[in-house]
């Protein structure tokens, strides 16, 4: 039941695991929806790449995903535009624009349930905030228009819509794509050096290196521990439900999204920091309850995704001092266009090509945000909490999460399972069972 819809829906042929010393133009390590994106760009453009995985490919954040593409990105675009101005926002919606264009274009050529939809972002109590999103959006020469009632079944206060987005299967996606990529399938990286990787069983040279690791895990450049936490929610999908054609998400953080995949509509929603006190699926399956009562719960899952400090990705030169080193991080729960950015962009910057949006996605840009001092204040204050219980990624103090049985962390969301064995990274390594 834990398992995610596209988990249960197919399996992914394995792949050898490196043994032995290799060498190749460009390391990719890790092999989530990223990964394999940056890896199939270097491919069709003839560069000799490699890519190392340290589970199995699609194991991590991306097979419990809900896989919509969408440049509508919930309400962000006001926000951009007063944050950065209107030529840096308009550049934001035009990479994820071609993003979904880029995706449109393999999906035509594959089996991965690709469908067009419209995206709506609705509010129940905040007509305002609507109305200035879809102004914000049309000043940036994209058609957003405003709508007073959608086809689900609650009152709304007002929503905007982007029209022709999409959605699809993203581990049949993957299952396709990958299939000319040279991948090593568990094989950990757990040290880097300049241009070189070291694993169990051998190391890898690289002229370049993509850190495509969900959360990067090198601590020593770029202080990713202080630009990124994580942020955990929920989904659970319902067979025997009224059909829904759109793809739909509130405004408000603790809200619900929803989207269809063949007679089955997934719920999503109750965000939070990773650590903090939740009630998990509660509200979703509450809410199931009330308006669906004929619904039948076939799946339900739980995940989770670094947030940047802005709403912006990390995409480019991991840090000033290292300089073949390329990360793709920071997606904001928004990774399967962001990650057809990173493949365009990172592709470019190792080819030695100018690309017009690496400067919106530099991870050099300032890191003065408000919630720099949020991610500074949790983390001292976990750091500091007298608990035997601590993170293998910085001594945090862990925190029981009793819905999902699990260890997490309020600093940077590494995750361990009851028996002390990590779930999801930065930690690289497991904790003591009790
Ligand atoms: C509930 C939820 C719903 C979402 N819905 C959407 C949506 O509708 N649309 C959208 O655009 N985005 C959505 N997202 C976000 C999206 O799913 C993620 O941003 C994206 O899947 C992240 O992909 P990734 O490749 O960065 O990470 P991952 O899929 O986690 O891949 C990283 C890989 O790196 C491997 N790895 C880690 N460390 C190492 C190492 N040291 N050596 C080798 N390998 C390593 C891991 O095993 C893993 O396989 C959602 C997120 C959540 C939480």
Redesign the pocket.
């Known amino acids: 039941m834990r398992k995610s819809i596209w988990s249960d829906s197919i399996s992914i042929s394995e792949r050898p695991s490196l043994s032995g010393d290799i060498k190749t133009d460009v390391l990719i390590?890790?092999?989530?929806?990223?990964?394999?994106l940056c890896a199939y760009f270097l491919n069709q453009r003839g560069i000799d790449c490699v890519l190392?995985?340290?589970?199995?490919?699609?194991?991590?954040?991306?097979?419990?995903?809900?896989?919509?593409?969408?440049s509508q990105h919930g309400i962000i675009y006001a926000d951009l535009i007063k944050q950065y101005g209107l030529e840096k926002a308009k550049l934001y919606l035009d990479a994820n624009q071609k993003a979904l264009l880029e995706y449109e274009k393999i999906c035509r050529k594959i089996d991965c349930d690709f469908e067009k939809r419209n995206a709506y972002v609705y509010s129940l109590d905040n007509r305002a905030k609507i109305e200035d999103e879809v102004k914000a959006v049309n000043s940036l020469g994209f058609n957003a228009t405003f709508l007073e009632e959608t086809e689900l079944p609650f009152k709304i206060d007002g929503a905007v819509c982007f029209e022709n987005q999409a959605?699809f299967n993203?581990l049949k996606f993957i299952s396709e794509i990958s299939k000319n990529i040279k991948i090593f399938e568990n094989?950990?990286?757990?040290k880097l050096a300049p241009n070189k990787a070291f694993?169990k069983n051998g190391t890898i040279k690289a002229k370049s290196i993509i850190v495509?690791?969900?959360f990067p895990?090198l601590n020593k450049h770029g202080s990713y521990f202080l630009k990124l936490y994580q942020?955990?929610?929920?989904?659970s999908a319902y067979k025997n439900v009224p059909p829904i054609n759109g793809?739909y998400l509130d405004e408000n953080i603790r809200g619900l999204?929803f989207?269809s995949y063949k007679d089955i509509t997934l719920i999503?929603g109750n965000n939070h920091r990773t650590g903090k006190k939740s009630t998990a699926w509660e509200p979703i399956n509450d809410f199931a309850q009330k308006h669906y009562l004929s619904g039948e719960r076939m799946f339900q899952w739980?995940?989770?995704?670094?947030m940047s400090l802005d709403n912006i990705p990390y995409i480019g030169h991991y840090s000033k001092n290292t300089p073949n080193l390329y990360v793709?991080?920071g997606?904001?729960?928004?990774?399967?266009?962001?990650?057809m950015v990173a493949a365009m962009i990172l592709t470019d910057m190792i080819e030695g090509r100018e690309n017009d949006f690496a400067e919106v996605f530099s991870p050099q840009r300032s890191i003065l945000k408000p919630q720099l001092f949020i991610n500074g204040f949790e983390s001292t204050v976990n750091l500091l909490t007298p608990i035997p219980k601590r993170c293998s990624h910085l001594g945090c103090a862990l925190k029981w999460n009793k819905y999902e049985h699990t260890w997490d962390c309020p600093c940077h969301g590494s995750r361990f399972e009851e028996n002390g064995r990590i779930i999801d990274?930065p930690a690289?390594k497991n904790i003591k069972k009790d």
Do not use: L
Not at 58 to 65: C, L, Q, V, Y
Not at 187 to 190: E, N, P, R, W
């Open positions: 390590i890790g092999g989530g929806m990223c990964g394999i190392a995985e340290g589970n199995r490919i699609a194991s991590g954040i991306t097979k419990n995903t809900t896989a919509k593409i969408t959605q993203p094989t950990f990286v757990y694993t495509a690791t969900h895990f942020q955990r929610s929920y989904v793809m999204s989207r999503g739980g995940n989770q995704d670094c793709a991080t997606f904001n729960k928004w990774g399967m266009t962001s990650s990274n690289m």
